[in-house]
């Protein structure tokens, strides 16, 4: 792997690791690819961490969804779900796909590499 683009991989991957909106599935993954960074086992981890981020970068239609749900209700509480359920309809009407939170946000960034990171 090129060594820009995998310095830019690990930086997205602490900074997703290290938001509170990540979940601990991308944590482990991303934890397992940075302890393969430069061993026989990058490749498979690079594969796998792609795919749990394909799971977890959130759409934003689901990200409304669910803040709107009973589960994310009883996670949030009734208040804050309806903050987020209002900043995530202003952030699908401003045009974007995905969730806007930092870990949805990193791991968008380092999907965005994936041709080159499988390359």
């Given at each position: ?11 997205k991957?602490?900074e ?22 430069g ?7 690079t ?20 803040t ?6 009883q ?28 870990a ?13 990171l499988?390359?």
């Amino acid at each position: 792997m090129e060594k820009t683009l995998q310095e830019f991989v690990i930086a997205k991957t602490k900074e997703m690791m290290a938001a509170e909106s990540c979940s601990q599935e991308a944590k482990a993954a991303g934890q397992a690819w940075l302890d393969a960074v430069g061993t026989e086992r990058e490749a498979e981890e690079t594969r796998k961490y792609l795919e749990e981020l394909e799971q977890d970068v959130m759409p934003i239609e689901a990200c409304i969804a669910f803040t709107q749900s009973e589960a994310g209700i009883q996670l949030f509480g009734a208040e804050q779900a309806k903050v987020m359920a209002a900043h995530a309809q202003a952030v699908k009407d401003s045009g974007a796909v995905f969730c806007d939170c930092p870990a949805c946000t990193a791991g968008l960034a380092i999907l965005e590499k994936k041709a080159a990171l499988l390359g």
